[in-house]
């Protein structure tokens, strides 16, 4: 055996078989686009939605909050006071021309 020989590597030359698994793998590829497509869209709708359920229990957790406040007959007493200018029964009420609003009203 010469030098020459040694270095040249024998041709592979593809079989049916091998040609038919290219196929099949290619094809199996090809089906598995329009799957993966729609998994990585359900994900980002799931990620959406639990952000979204995220703000609405801090909004339930800020009108529980509300809700227990107003239950609070000191907090509406304060309430009927600044907002509606309400004053108990013997007191006298004092208006003054530069009253500032109350943000709770």
Request: hydrophobic letters at 45%.
């Amino acid at each position: 055996m010469t030098v020459r020989q040694a270095l040249e590597r024998p041709r592979v030359r593809p079989t049916g078989r091998a040609a038919l698994l290219l196929v099949v793998v290619v094809m199996l590829g090809l089906l598995s686009v329009g799957p993966a497509r729609q998994y990585l869209a359900q994900r980002t709708e799931i990620s959406d939605l639990e952000r979204r359920a995220a703000a609405l229990e801090r909004a339930n957790d800020r009108l529980r909050s509300d809700i227990d406040r107003l239950r609070d007959p000191e907090y509406l007493q304060r309430l009927a006071r600044a907002c509606l200018g309400m004053v108990e029964p013997g007191e006298i009420a004092f208006v003054s021309k530069a009253s500032g609003t109350d943000p709770a009203c």
